[in-house]
């Protein structure tokens, strides 16, 4: 078997926290006045926090201060925050834990690739803390998906080359930071929204461990 390089997005792959991100997303578009529906939620999956306001504030052509743009952007944040506050392993989405414990079987080094500046905080929540060999999160980069910044980085300190990875994604962003990464990408979710992936499913579920030892041995 050789070595690849497994790379998870955590918000809708791991742990089922991109509703959670919606319902700050959606309150905090109400209080301005700018209609925000799941459909425009999805421009924002793995989007960084600061891009996602500034797409919101377009959609409803608002402008603010900067000091009302910061306020606004931390009120989202403690929304979020206060319903993530009591997770626990529940979350975690289906068929994930099966997933990680196969590659740890084979050897296959693993690495977290998020946008979100929670993430530690959240892997924590769920005891997933200490199972990658490498984290790379929203404090680790300055460039946003679609930017391929922060799957070259996980590469890089997985010691896989780029073109070894495999990347599993929900957001569309991430499916083309994949791409232009030039590694194998995996959707998560809906084949209609991720139609740039190069597989897709809806969730682990769905994928075969046969589809890992593939994967594994091409
Ligand atoms: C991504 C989510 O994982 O992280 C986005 O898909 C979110 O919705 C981004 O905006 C940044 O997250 P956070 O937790 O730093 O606000
Ligand atoms: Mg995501």
């Not at 998870?8 to 319902?23: E, S």
């Not at 590469?155 to 070894?164: C, T, Y």
């Not at 979710?189 to 994928?207: C, N, R, W």
Request: net charge negative; aromatic share 8%; glycine share 6%.
């Amino acid at each position: 078997m050789s070595r690849k390089g497994f790379i998870f997005d955590l918000d809708g792959v791991i742990v089922d926290t991109a509703r959670y991100h919606y319902q700050a997303w959606r309150k905090l578009a109400d209080t301005l006045g700018i209609s925000f529906n799941e459909t425009d939620n999805e421009h924002l999956k793995g989007v960084s926090r600061v891009r996602s306001l500034e797409k919101i504030l377009d959609w409803g052509n608002v402008s603010l201060t900067q000091e009302r743009f910061d306020e606004l952007l931390n009120k989202k944040n403690n929304d979020y925050l206060s319903y993530i506050a009591n997770m626990d392993e529940e979350e975690i989405l289906p068929d994930v834990p099966r997933v990680l414990s196969y590659l740890k079987q084979n050897k296959q080094p693993i690495a977290l690739g998020s946008a979100s500046k929670n993430a530690k905080t959240i892997l924590k929540e769920v005891g997933l803390l200490n199972v990658f060999d490498t984290i790379v999160d929203g404090t680790n980069v300055t460039k946003a998906k679609p930017n391929p910044e922060v799957f070259l980085i996980a590469a890089r300190q997985l010691n896989v080359r780029p073109e070894d990875c495999i990347v599993f994604e929900d957001a569309v962003a991430g499916i083309k930071a994949a791409n232009t990464a030039g590694m194998t990408s995996i959707g998560i979710g809906d084949p209609s929204v991720l139609s740039e992936a190069m597989y897709v499913f809806k969730d682990f579920t769905e994928i075969p461990t046969e589809f890992f030892a593939k994967l594994i041995s091409e």
